[in-house]
């Protein structure tokens, strides 16, 4: 399996409590390699955007609203199978039902202020890196 790169997010609740170093360094630990990162803070416009997807969800107002609440740290990851990778390390969507070890077990508040974020998919995983970052910014 060649390296594959995917799209991550620190999520608002995590920067909030200052635990974007104790995040790095868990995806770091998991075989990970952070090669873009950056700090910013979403406008509603852009939050509604990246998650169109769950437009018609019941939480898409909540989701929208939570991930312009602070600043997100965005990152591309790379690494062996690096989406499903992340994943893992990320564990289950809802806190209650992650693995032990897992950002998500250890760090997460709720099923939806849940820390991080991370694609599901290739075509996601290059959809959602080049929302955020421009070829500039990545390195070869
Ligand atoms: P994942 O982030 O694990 O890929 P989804 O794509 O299903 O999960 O959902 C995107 C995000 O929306 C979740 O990470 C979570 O922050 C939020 N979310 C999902 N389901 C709910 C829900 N039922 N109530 C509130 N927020 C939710």
Known sequence: MALE?????V????TKRNLTGAICGMLEAGGL??????????TL????QFYSVHSERPFYGELCEFMIS?????QVLEGENAILRNR???GATNPADADAGT???VHALSLGENSVHGS????????????FFSGLELVG
Not at 5 to 9: A, D, G, P, V
Not at 11 to 14: M, Q, T
């Open 11 to 14: 999520k608002p609740d995590a």
């Open 120 to 131: 599901d998919a290739p075509e996601t995983a290059a959809e959602e890196i080049a929302f």
């Open 5 to 9: 790169r995917t799209f991550s997010i």
């Open 45 to 48: 416009a852009q939050a509604q």
């Open 103 to 105: 950002i998500r077990k």
């Open 33 to 42: 390699r952070i090669v873009a990162q950056k700090r910013i803070q979403m």
């Open 88 to 90: 893992e390390i990320m």
């Open 70 to 74: 602070e600043p997100i740290v965005v």
